[in-house]
C-alpha cells in the first residue's frame, strides 16, 4: 500500500491535509493469464534505488521499503494502526519513579521530616487515611511499591571541555553526598506524579531541592557549573519509564542462527556507537539501559518521560553473531583494512543484509534492481509470494506503462488518476492515511520570518481546501497535525 502526505508548516499556525493516495493492483485473472508462475512473484516499482540495507543506517524510503521485509521489529502496526508483537510475544509497561529527600522543606502538618515519615505519609494517603484531592487519589493508585535507598557517599568524574583544540581537556572529581531517596513503582506511566505529591509534601517541595549543597568540587567550577552538575549527578526527581519485552521463542535469523535478547540489546548498542553515525540515534537518546534479562526477555528502562519511547521498538532487530566487534574485526582484516577505524558503515552486510523478516535477501543490481525470496521457516510461517523484486523505474510515466503492461504489480497513482481508475474492473484498489510528509518550514534566524506575525500570515495566506480540491483533486483530508488518525498520537 502507497500513501501520502502533504503538510505545511510553521512554527506558529500550522496548515495540514491530508492526501489520500491510492495504489492499483491488477486482478489475479488478469496477472495468470498465460504465465501461471508469475502469480508467485511480486513486482513492485521505485524512483530511486536503495543506498544501504542496514535499519539503523538507512534514512530513505527505498532502503526502508526492502528493510521491511528482511528485518523485523519486536513491534509493528495492525491495519487498524493499532500496536502488535513482532519478534515481541507480549510487553509490559511500567515506571520506576525516585526523588530526593528535601532535608529542608517543612511538610504541612508534619515539619521536617525524615525518610521514614514521608514514606508512612505517603502510605496513609493512599489507604485514604488523609483527606486528598481526586489527582493525587488516582497518582497513589498506580504506586504499588515504596522503597528508601539510605543516604550514600560517592565520587564521580566528569570532563571539562575546552574551547579550543590546542587545549587538553580536564577531569572534575565531584565528591557526591547524596541524601535518602525514596523509590515508587508504578503500574502506569504517570507525567503528573510529582506535580500532585506535592498536594500533601508541600509546594515546591521538588523545586526548592539544594542540590548544589550536596556536591563538592575539587577547584573552583564557578557556581553556574557547580548547578549544572549538581542537576545531572542529583536531581530532585526521576522519571524512568520502563518497558519489558518478552520474545518468542525459536525465531530464526535467514542463516539459521537463533534470535534472543542479545540481539535486541546489541541493536540498541550499535544504534548508539558513535562509529555508526546512526541517523536514528536522537530516538535512543532517552534510553538508560537496555538489559537482556534472559535469552526471552529484555528489559529497556528510560532516563526521562519520552512519548516516542514503545513505538521505536518497531526497530529492525541486527543479528549480533554477524556484526558484533570481532566480526567486525575479522571483516576489517580479510579486506586488508584497519580494524580500529572499521566500522558496521563499512561492512559487506550492508549489501548483503540477514534479518528475521519474511523474506530473504538475494541480489541487488545498482539502479536496476533488488530480488528476494520467501524465507521458508519464517516464525509466522512462509509468504504466499515466493519472489519479491524491486525495480528501479525513476520515470513515473514509464511506471503507469509498466503497471498497465503487466510487469509490475502495483501502481502508486497520482490524484487526477484516480477518478479514472477507480471504477476500472481490471485492477483492485487500495487507499489509506499516510505515515510521511512533506512541510514549508521558514528559517527563523533570518527576516522577515523571525517575526511570528509574518509565519502566521503566510499559513493563513494558505487556502488548503482549495489546494485538496484542485491541486489534489479531491483525494485530501484536512488534519491538525503530522500525525495519523486513529494513532496514539493525541
Known amino acids: 500500500m502507497t500513501v501520502r502526505r502533504i503538510l505545511i508548516y510553521t512554527p506558529i499556525a500550522v496548515v495540514i491535509f491530508l492526501l489520500q493516495s491510492y495504489l492499483w493492483v491488477p486482478t489475479y485473472e488478469e496477472q495468470a493469464k498465460g504465465n501461471p508462475d508469475r502469480l508467485e512473484d511480486y513486482i513492485t516499482a521505485s524512483i530511486g534505488d536503495a543506498h544501504i540495507l542496514n535499519p539503523i543506517l538507512s534514512s530513505d524510503s527505498a532502503s526502508s521499503q526492502i528493510e521491511s521485509m528482511v528485518f523485523e521489529g ?58 486528598i484531592a481526586s489527582q493525587l487519589k488516582a497518582s497513589l493508585e498506580h504506586i504499588k511499591e515504596i522503597s528508601i535507598i539510605p543516604a550514600r557517599e560517592f565520587t564521580v568524574t566528569r570532563i571539562e571541555k575546552k574551547p579550543t583544540t590546542e587545549d587538553s581537556d580536564t577531569e572534575v572529581r565531584i565528591r557526591v553526598r547524596a541524601p535518602a531517596r525514596i523509590k515508587l513503582v508504578l503500574d502506569h506511566v504517570d507525567q503528573e506524579l510529582f506535580k500532585n505529591l506535592e498536594a500533601i509534601l508541600g509546594e515546591g517541595y521538588f523545586l526548592s531541592f539544594d542540590a548544589p549543597a550536596y556536591i563538592e568540587a575539587a577547584g573552583n567550577i564557578g557556581k553556574e557549573k557547580k548547578e549544572t552538575y549538581a542537576r545531572q549527578i542529583i536531581p530532585p526527581t526521576e522519571h524512568n519509564p520502563v518497558l519489558i519485552f518478552r520474545l518468542r521463542p525459536n525465531v530464526k535469523f535467514h542463516d539459521g542462527h537463533i534470535f534472543d535478547a542479545d540481539d535486541v540489546a546489541f541493536t540498541y548498542k550499535a544504534l548508539m556507537n558513535p562509529k555508526n553515525l546512526s541517523p536514528r540515534i536522537s530516538a535512543y537518546e532517552p534510553v538508560k539501559e537496555v538489559e537482556a534479562v534472559d535469552p526471552l526477555t529484555v528489559r529497556i528502562t528510560y532516563k526521562r518521560l519520552y512519548s516516542l519511547a514503545f513505538s521505536t521498538w518497531a526497530v529492525g532487530i541486527l543479528p549480533e553473531h554477524l556484526l558484533n566487534d570481532e566480526a567486525l574485526r575479522k571483516e576489517a582484516i580479510a579486506a586488508g583494512k584497519d580494524p580500529e577505524t572499521f566500522s558496521m558503515r563499512q561492512s559487506a552486510f550492508n549489501r548483503h543484509p540477514i534479518g528475521c523478516g519474511p523474506f530473504v535477501f538475494r541480489e541487488w543490481r545498482s539502479d536496476q ?15 504466499n509470494y515466493k519472489r519479491y523484486i ?7 510515466l514509464t511506471q503507469e506503462m509498466e503497471f498497465y503492461a503487466g510487469t509490475v504489480d502495483s501502481y502508486a497513482v497520482q490524484p487526477h488518476q484516480v477518478e479514472r481508475l477507480e471504477e ?41 481546501d482549495k489546494i485538496i480540491k484542485y491541486v489534489l483533486y479531491g483525494q485530501g483530508e484536512r488534519i491538525t497535525g503530522p500525525f495519523v488518525r486513529g494513532t496514539e498520537a493525541p
Open 369 to 383: 534492481y533488488i530480488t528476494l525470496d520467501r524465507f521458508e521457516e519464517y516464525w509466522e510461517g512462509a509468504p
Open 74 to 131: 519486536l513491534i509493528d502496526r495492525d491495519e487498524d494502526l493499532k500496536f502488535r508483537g513482532r519478534l515481541a510475544a507480549s510487553w509490559e509497561i511500567f515506571e520506576e519513579a525516585y526523588f530526593y529527600l528535601n532535608e529542608e522543606a517543612t511538610i504541612p502538618g508534619l515539619g521536617k521530616a525524615g525518610a521514614g515519615e514521608v514514606v508512612q505519609l505517603l502510605l496513609r494517603a493512599k489507604a485514604g487515611d488523609l483527606p
Open 390 to 396: 524491486f525495480r528501479i523505474i525513476p520515470d513515473l
Open 424 to 464: 476500472d474492473p481490471r485492477y483492485q484498489s487500495f487507499s489509506g492515511p499516510s505515515f510521511g510528509y512533506t512541510y514549508i518550514g521558514y528559517n527563523m534566524r533570518r527576516r522577515p520570518f523571525d517575526d511570528h506575525r509574518v509565519r502566521r500570515a503566510l499559513s493563513m495566506a494558505i487556502d488548503v
